[in-house]
């Protein structure tokens, strides 16, 4: 019971969660990119940087093809952080999904705690 009401609250957070940047409906054309990542154990932070004025919701995350929990800051922040064991010298493929559909690609080569 824990874990469900755990998870319908970082799914409605994460619905909910506003990052004041824009982006465009379909694929990202670089109006929003990942400036950073910063890797602790157990999490993957994403900074966020936009040239838009647009607001836009981050509906999901998405990591080496598999939804992962994620959890952003206030309204109007620019981190996004995701919830996955990372593994030290290891790859991953990140993508952001926007309420309008949109997505934000990122990828880190070589993991490392920062």
Request: charged share 15%; aromatic share 6%.
């Amino acid at each position: 019971m824990k874990l469900a009401v755990a998870l319908i609250a970082v799914v409605l957070l994460g619905a909910g969660f506003v990052v004041m940047h824009g982006m465009p409906s379909g694929s990202s054309d670089g109006e929003v990119k990942v400036s950073r990542a910063t890797l602790a154990p157990g999490r993957i932070v994403l900074t966020l940087e936009s040239h838009s004025k647009e607001v836009v919701a981050i509906a999901q995350a998405i990591v080496n093809d598999s939804y992962v929990n994620f959890a952003a800051g206030t309204p109007g922040a620019a981190d996004i952080a995701i919830d996955y064991p990372w593994i030290e010298g290891e790859s991953y493929e990140i993508e952001l999904l926007t309420s309008t559909g949109a997505s934000v690609d990122f990828s880190i080569d070589d993991a490392a705690a920062s």
